[in-house]
């Protein structure tokens, strides 16, 4: 399947001064800029720098991010399903996961995270996609947001919205672990019939068969 990649950019006003929210961005542009220290969701800084450049160098990987002059401060990952994960069992090559999402916490509540999503979006390649995110309480900031499992989950709905995706239900055991999970997709405008028949199935692979 063909990748392709359309930049997009948009300023955004906040009130700690103007940020680019700008992807998706090259390895090559990603390692000449600096990543913020607070950027501590999923791993150190530094490795999670680099992980994010290696993203951008697969042929479906693609990195937006929130930038204050030349420091990256948000930013949101796309890149195939985990193969660990059933969502790659059904080896779609029109499936894609929102892999991770983050915006340090002097930009949160700036809307940073919604225009991440947003900018993303505009990019029409996403209409031959299904992208979907599963979202697991534990990788949320409670104890740094000082908000409850539902008060973030919330948050975390509300954002996604602002990309177009929507809440879908599944029986996923890690997504059934918790209340406070789900799974949130966005099925572009030209995704085939079969496509989404086949990804209601890997949404439902403990249905008995009689």
């Known amino acids: 399947m063909e990748h392709k990649k359309t930049y997009n950019a948009l300023e955004l006003k906040t009130k700690h001064g103007p940020i680019i929210i700008e992807g998706p961005i090259s390895s090559k542009d990603l390692k000449a800029l600096e990543f913020h220290e607070d950027l ?5 800084p530094a490795q999670q720098h680099k992980a994010i450049t290696e993203i951008a160098d697969l042929p479906e990987g693609r990195i937006l991010i929130a930038r204050d002059q030349n420091m990256i401060v948000g930013y949101v990952t796309f890149l195939y399903p985990d193969p660990l994960e059933r969502w790659s069992e059904g080896k779609m ?7 991770a999402i983050e915006v340090i916490p002097k930009f949160r509540g700036t809307g940073v995270g919604k225009s991440l999503l947003k900018v993303s979006m505009m990019d029409d390649a996403f209409e031959d996609f299904i992208v979907i995110t599963t979202e697991y309480y534990w990788h949320w900031d409670l104890k740094g947001t000082g908000l409850n499992v539902w008060e973030y989950r919330k948050i975390m709905e509300k954002m996604m919205q602002a990309g177009g995706l929507e809440y879908y239900a599944t029986d996923d055991p890690e997504i059934s672990s ?6 949130m997709a966005k099925i572009g405008s030209r995704v085939d019939p079969e496509s989404v028949q086949k990804f209601d199935q890997l949404r439902f692979m403990n249905r008995y068969m009689y």
């Not at 501590?40 to 150190?44: G, I, K, T, Y």
């Open 93 to 99: 090559e029109n499936l894609i996961e929102l892999g």
């Open 178 to 183: 918790h209340p406070a999970n789900c799974l």
């Open 40 to 44: 501590v969701a999923f791993r150190p």
